[in-house]
């Protein structure tokens, strides 16, 4: 797993198996398969930058708030993203900052 996740079937369409060997490198590798089952990674420009900050209730519920706040960016924001630094994971208070780079696209 060189990129860090693989994706296999799923029932729910897809499915992704995720390692980091550092939880900011999890979120970050998270972020990035999420993102590759939506688009070209490759062919989005890192032209904005946006800061993220999340808290969940435990890592799983954190890295879902992740995760979801990524997807809410691109619903409201028209974002894609093609990189992600994950700044913090603090796994006492369960919150994560950090940010993506992307660029909007027209609907």
């Known amino acids: 797993m060189p990129r ?7 029932t729910a369409d897809a499915g992704a198996v995720v390692r980091g060997a550092t939880l900011p490198g999890l979120f970050e ?8 089952l939506i688009c070209d990674r490759r062919a ?6 946006v800061r ?3 808290r ?3 890592l799983e519920d954190l890295l879902v708030r992740w995760l979801s706040e990524l997807l ?4 409201t924001e028209d974002m894609l993203f093609t990189s992600f630094t994950i ?6 208070l369960l ?8 660029e909007r696209i027209d609907r």
């Open 44 to 49: 989005v420009r890192p032209l904005r930058s």
């Open 4 to 10: 860090g996740y693989e994706f296999f079937e799923h």
């Open 56 to 58: 969940g209730s435990s």
């Open 87 to 92: 700044a913090r994971v603090d796994r006492k």
């Open 72 to 75: 809410y960016r691109l619903e």
């Open 95 to 102: 919150r994560a900052r950090g940010s993506a780079r992307g």
């Open 52 to 54: 993220l900050a999340v």
């Open 29 to 36: 590798n998270a972020s990035r398969a999420l993102f590759d």
